[in-house]
């Protein structure tokens, strides 16, 4: 059963800083990994897909890399919004799809 | 737009009521549906997988009595939430995904269905 941890649990910045947001998995048989945010008490915002065959992807400021083999996933994100506030969680996809306790992200004005 | 359709967003009803929670993929054929569950302030936990036409995969500790998952059509799986109790208050979320060519299918999710039970 895939195993996915999130470091740090949770993380408080100020505003316009460069951060990174870790995830590590366990079984390295994946056809893709999503990054996704939650809002409180909302439903999940798919941010970023990275393919198995890929090392990295972008999204405005967001980038996420992959490195399959040693079942890792980073996403950076650049010069931090209080809107980006929010849980974020990694999601290997595999047969299924697990996921992270998540990272508490809150960027203070 | 939304691509996964998830119906009720809102449940409040009495201990031992079933509760139906709908789940639908509006623009493509959902093979395989997932049925997760979220309590306040942790992550989301899979309940079963299902794939079209076949019985639902429950993991392990999920009482498939409990939570009757039905998976009839291509777009369309439901969850039933039977003689629901306090403790099965919780966040439930639906996800959905096409079968072709894996690696480049997200899955997509349903904003959810918050149910409590009185």
């Known amino acids: 059963k895939q195993e996915v941890t999130q470091i740090p649990a949770a993380l408080s910045v100020p505003e316009g800083e460069n951060l990174v947001l870790n995830c590590s998995f366990t079984d390295s048989a994946i056809y893709n990994l999503q990054w996704f945010r939650q809002d409180p008490g909302k439903g999940l915002t798919s941010l970023l897909l990275?393919?198995?065959?890929?090392r990295e992807q972008t999204s405005g400021r967001l980038n996420a890399s992959l490195d399959k083999s040693s079942g890792r996933s980073t996403l950076y994100i650049a010069a931090s919004q209080p809107g980006d506030s929010a849980t974020y969680l990694c999601a290997p996809g595999g047969g299924d799809m697990r996921f992270g306790a998540g990272t508490r992200l809150t960027v203070k004005p | 737009g939304a691509v996964v359709s998830q119906h009720p967003s809102r449940v409040i009803c009495k201990s031992g009521t079933s509760v139906k929670i709908e789940c639908r993929s509006l623009d493509f054929q959902a093979t395989t549906m997932f049925w997760y569950r979220q309590f306040p302030k942790q992550s989301l936990m899979l309940m079963a997988t299902s794939n079209e036409g076949s019985k639902a995969t429950y993991e392990q500790g999920v009482e498939k009595d409990k939570f009757l998952i039905n998976h009839a059509s291509l777009t369309l799986s439901t969850l039933t939430v039977t003689s629901a109790h306090p403790e099965d208050s919780s966040f439930y979320i639906c996800?959905?995904?096409?079968?072709?060519?894996?690696?480049?299918?997200?899955?997509?999710f349903g904003d959810g269905t918050r149910l409590s039970i009185l």
């Open positions: 996800s959905a995904r096409a079968a072709e060519r894996l690696s480049n299918q997200p899955q997509h």
């Open positions: 990275i393919q198995s065959s890929q």
